[in-house]
C-alpha cells in the first residue's frame, strides 16, 4: 500500500461504526525515514478526484474532516483523504497510485496532525481495513525491504563497526526500533519512492 511517500506510517486509530463494527475511518500518521517526506499524502490507488475543498460551515458533519480530497475507488467506493494541511489535485483530476495528493495536517476537528481516510460505497460507510486488505489492528507501515537498522543506519549513516556493535547486543532489536524512534525530520534526507508492504512492531 502506497500512502506517504517516507514510506514509514503508522495506522494510529481504528474508528468503528455501527452493530457491526464497521472501521469506515482509519486514521494514519506519516513518521520519519531516510527515503522522503513523512508528511507527503500519496493516493492509495488510480482513480478521479470526485470532490476536494474544505468545509466552512462550522455546524456541517463534514466540518470535521478539514481540508479534503475524495478519489473514486475499486467497486464504487470512493476514499476521502481528510484533515489535510494542503491538497495539490482538485475535482475531476485523475490520479495515479502513488501521486502526490497533498500534506498532512490538522485542518478539521481533532489534535496533532494525522490523516484520515473514509471509504463509502452509495454513502455508507465500507470497512476499511477489508477494503485495504490489512488487520484490523493499528500497525506500523515500512518500505519494503527495509527494517529499523536499514532505516536507522542510513539515517545517521552509520559505520559497518558501529552496526556490528548493535546487533551483538542481546536485545538488538528493541534498540534498533528505539533510535528509529528517534529520528527526525532533520536526520532524514530526502530520497526515492518506493514500494510499501506492512509489518507489526
Known sequence: MQLYKSGHFLLSEIRTSGKKGVAGVLCFKGLPS????????????????????????LGSREHRIGTYVCVSGKNGVSVLYGRLACRFVRAGDYVSA????????SSGSGRGDFLTLEFRRNGRRV?????????????EFLPEDLDPSEIVSKS?????ATKEYINGAPNSDELWKKLMRRIDDTDAPN??????NNRKK
Open 98 to 105: 502513488g501521486d502526490s495528493i497533498g500534506i498532512e495536517g
Open 34 to 57: 531516510p527515503l522522503g517526506s513523512k508528511s507527503e499524502v500519496l493516493a492509495i490507488e488510480d482513480g478521479v478526484v470526485l470532490r476536494a475543498g474544505r468545509c466552512s460551515d
Open 191 to 196: 530520497g526515492r519512492m518506493i514500494g510499501f
Open 156 to 160: 545517521y549513516q552509520l559505520d559497518d
Open 127 to 139: 470497512d476499511g481495513c477489508d477494503y485495504l486488505g490489512i488487520p484490523h489492528e493499528t500497525n
